[in-house]
């Protein structure tokens, strides 16, 4: 069976529930930057070192298909997974727990000192578009208030692990940089 089907050459996509949408709405947006996040997530997973975080990391990239499920329907479906208060609760334990480690690094960063934290700040930046195309659905059709917490408390988590990762050796942000 091939994976193409045709249906999406006029420019829409088929949704959980078999409805179609354009796919520049907001909905297949947001469903598109949680698989950016999430395979950015992944590409970062393969430079982390620490089992511990790795782990963390991957908890986030199976939530943030959870996050995809609540919102690749317009109709409510019957056992879809979700993500609840007790998953963002554990989001905040973990970024509490490295930023606890990270309490000593300076200030602002340049991502690109290692690769490693660099990934998970590009990570990061698509987990908080993420977020920003959640919030412009939100103020069209209804959002998991949960979905929008875990896509928040993810981003947080992102940047303490990169610090993290990065340990002081990342590229401090320098505002009198000297002009080449």
């Known amino acids: 069976m091939p994976i193409y089907t045709r249906t999406g050459d006029d420019g829409t996509t088929s949704l959980a529930d078999g409805s179609r949408l354009s796919k520049d709405s907001p909905r297949v947006e947001l469903l598109g930057t949680l698989d950016e996040a999430t395979s950015h997530i992944g590409l970062a997973r ?28 317009l109709a409510p479906i019957q056992d879809v997974p979700g993500v609840d208060d007790a998953d963002v609760a554990s989001l905040e334990r973990a970024t509490d727990r ?31 578009r993420a977020e920003r195309r959640a919030v412009t659905l939100a103020s069209h059709e209804p959002v998991s208030p949960e979905v929008l917490a875990f896509l928040n408390r993810a981003a947080d988590l992102l940047y303490v692990a990169a610090r993290y990762v990065g340990g002081g050796g990342e590229c401090p942000w320098r505002p009198d940089q000297p002009r080449p």
């Open 98 to 128: 490295y930023a606890t480690r990270i309490a000593h690094l300076p200030g602002f960063m340049l991502p690109g000192c290692d690769e490693a934290s660099s990934r998970l700040h590009v990570a990061r930046t698509v987990m908080r």
């Open 46 to 73: 393969v430079h982390v070192v620490d089992s511990d975080l790795d782990e963390v990391l991957a908890f986030v990239q199976h939530r943030l298909l959870n996050c995809g499920a609540c919102v690749a329907s």
